[in-house]
């Protein structure tokens, strides 16, 4: 099965850095877009930015300038850094990718979620 498994989620002081990755696995021919979303308590769940398989990136007008999103595709793995943190940035951050297994077609998988808490 396809899992995605993010990791790096913590706690940081406002006006920190942290560096988010979310690395697939099982059964996987090609991965096409990933993605980072966030929802935060009582919020929808929101895109944060996507980055195609040639690494074309886009960003919520609300990170632009401060996260970049990148991926190595040989490690099947996608990554957010996320610089100059507000307490507005606090949520869980799921990753998102959409994938062609052996068996099916191209299909969007979802990671778990991982806990950012921003301090002010």
């Known amino acids: 099965q396809v899992q995605l498994v993010e990791s790096g989620g913590g706690l940081v002081q406002a006006g920190g850095s942290l560096r988010l990755s979310c690395a697939a696995s099982?059964?996987?021919?090609?991965?096409?877009?990933m993605s980072w979303y966030r929802q935060a308590p009582g919020q929808q769940r929101e895109l944060v930015a996507t980055i195609s398989s040639g690494g074309r990136a886009d960003y919520a007008d609300s990170v632009k300038g401060r996260f970049t999103i990148s991926r190595d595709n040989a490690k099947k793995t996608v990554y957010l850094q996320m610089n100059s943190l507000k307490p507005e940035d606090a949520a869980v951050y799921f990753c998102?990718?959409?994938?062609?297994?052996?068996?099916?077609?191209?299909?969007?998988?979802w990671g778990q979620g991982t806990q950012v808490t921003v301090s002010s």
């Open positions: 998102n990718a959409d994938i062609r297994t052996g068996w099916s077609r191209r299909q969007p998988y």
């Open positions: 099982g059964g996987i021919l090609n991965i096409y877009d």
